[in-house]
């Protein structure tokens, strides 16, 4: 995640350094530790799995009477 209107070469640039990161083996064993499921996608795709997720979120959300709080 960056902030909107950040410069697609930055974008660019922490995708890189993080996947890079997320392929040491260090790395990945340590997240294997916690459960985790290391994914490193493109922003493109990571995009596209938010607008995926979204609405069913969005409806769990609604069901359980979540609302925003202050």
Known sequence: MAPAGTPVEIIGKLQRETARVLALPDVRKRFDELGMQVIGNTPAEFAAAIAAETPRWT?????????PTE
């Open 59 to 67: 409806k769990v959300i609604k069901d359980a009477g979540i609302t």
